[in-house]
């Protein structure tokens, strides 16, 4: 716990750390939203207040992610699993194939949901290497067929992320980047879709962002439930229902934050930071420590990692829960441990794990 405003070193995988200036501010103006004698949470998704912070999200997304004019940018609900199954379903046709990349847990659930409506198919997987690098481009094969590739950009589980993304030619990139989405700059022109739930690097859960080639979006099956199309969202500039008010609203205050911290090439630069500071102590431990990653795939949002054996990885665990660290088990699926440093996460949290780190290996090696 930092004792100065009783805040946890939060590691949480998801939901997660959110900027402390943003909690405040959402505080100072949660009973009267600017002046208006009621909470942003109070007021109507059509009135002139609300789309005013609704258009100013969508506005600071597009300048700080440098999201070209011919994109669509979506909120809608459901998560990045419902986009497992809108993608397909809007996309992919009876007997046509798509090509999914698997790097991990994220990978096999969208895998699966594309197979109710098509043919996909697992050009790439690293599975058998326990999902601990990210393949190379010689082993990525393009059916120029195919409706689309999807890949995962960041691995939340087994903590490997993408640095550099295919070039699937004429077939239709999509990412899932659920877990590093605005963490550093991206060519978004490389994509046709984009998707991420904001729970991990944007705001609070309940908030899914979509960003889309427009021309890519016009491609789409016609013959599915109105609120499962994307066009129905795009043609009604995400209001075509209720949307989470309050959600986009934090999200709006977040990139707020970004634009405060100096844009995404200093978030990046500080993402660096924090995570070499847990690696280094990982890699000089003699082993005491192992990662999950393989160096060259290592994401710098979820650091996975052993320690040396089982019994000492509880006590680490247990010892770490006492010193006010939060979030450090690893997923339920894999087991180990996991620092998820998402954007929010203050370089002080992660200082503060590696002091821990190399403090408990000289306590118990
Ligand atoms: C967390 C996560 C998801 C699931 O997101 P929901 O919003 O809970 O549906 C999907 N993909 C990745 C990469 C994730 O990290």
């Given at each position: 716990m930092n004792q100065s405003n009783k805040r946890a070193y939060n590691f949480n995988a998801g939901p997660s750390a959110l900027p402390l200036e943003v909690l405040e501010k959402a505080q100072q103006e949660l009973v009267n939203f600017q002046e208006s004698g009621m909470s942003i949470m109070e007021m109507s998704h059509r009135s002139a207040t609300f789309e005013k912070v609704h258009n100013e999200a969508i506005f600071r997304l597009r300048k700080l992610f440098a999201i070209p004019n011919d994109y669509e940018i979506l909120f809608l609900q459901g998560g990045a699993s419902l986009q497992f199954t809108m993608i397909p379903m809007n996309f992919l046709k009876n007997g046509k194939t798509a090509s999914y990349i698997m790097t991990g847990v994220w990978s096999e659930k969208a895998y699966k949901e594309a197979k109710l409506f098509g043919e996909p198919v697992q050009i790439a997987s690293t599975k058998e290497n326990q999902y601990r690098n990210i393949p190379t481009f010689d082993e990525i094969d393009v059916d120029t067929d195919d409706a689309y590739v999807h890949v995962t950009s960041n691995n939340t589980i087994y903590g490997t992320q993408w640095t550099e993304f295919p070039n699937t030619g004429e077939v239709p990139l999509i990412a899932d980047m659920s877990s590093d989405i605005m963490s550093k700059p991206v060519d978004?022109?490389?994509?046709d879709m984009i998707y991420a739930g904001a729970q991990k690097n944007l705001g609070p859960s309940g908030v899914t962002v979509v960003i889309a080639r427009k021309d890519f979006l016009a491609k789409?099956?016609?013959?599915?439930?109105t609120i499962l199309k994307y066009s129905t969202h795009a043609e009604s500039n995400s209001l075509y229902n209720t949307p989470p008010t309050f959600g986009i609203y934090m999200l709006g205050e977040v990139l707020k934050w970004i634009e405060e911290k100096g844009g995404l090439t200093a978030i990046a630069q500080q993402n660096e930071e924090k995570a070499k500071l847990i690696y280094d102590v990982i890699d000089n431990s003699n082993g005491f420590y192992t990662g999950h990653a393989s160096k060259e795939s290592r994401s710098l949002m979820n650091i996975t990692f052993r320690v040396a054996d089982e019994e000492l990885e509880q006590q680490f665990l247990s010892e770490a829960k006492e010193a006010?660290?939060?979030?450090?088990?690893?997923h339920r699926s894999v087991g180990g441990c996991r620092a998820s440093a998402y954007n929010s996460v203050p370089l002080e949290t992660c200082k503060a794990l590696s002091d821990f780190m190399i403090a408990f290996k000289t306590k118990h090696q």
């Open positions: 978004i022109s490389k994509f789409a099956n016609s013959e599915i439930p006010g660290f939060i979030g450090l088990n690893g």
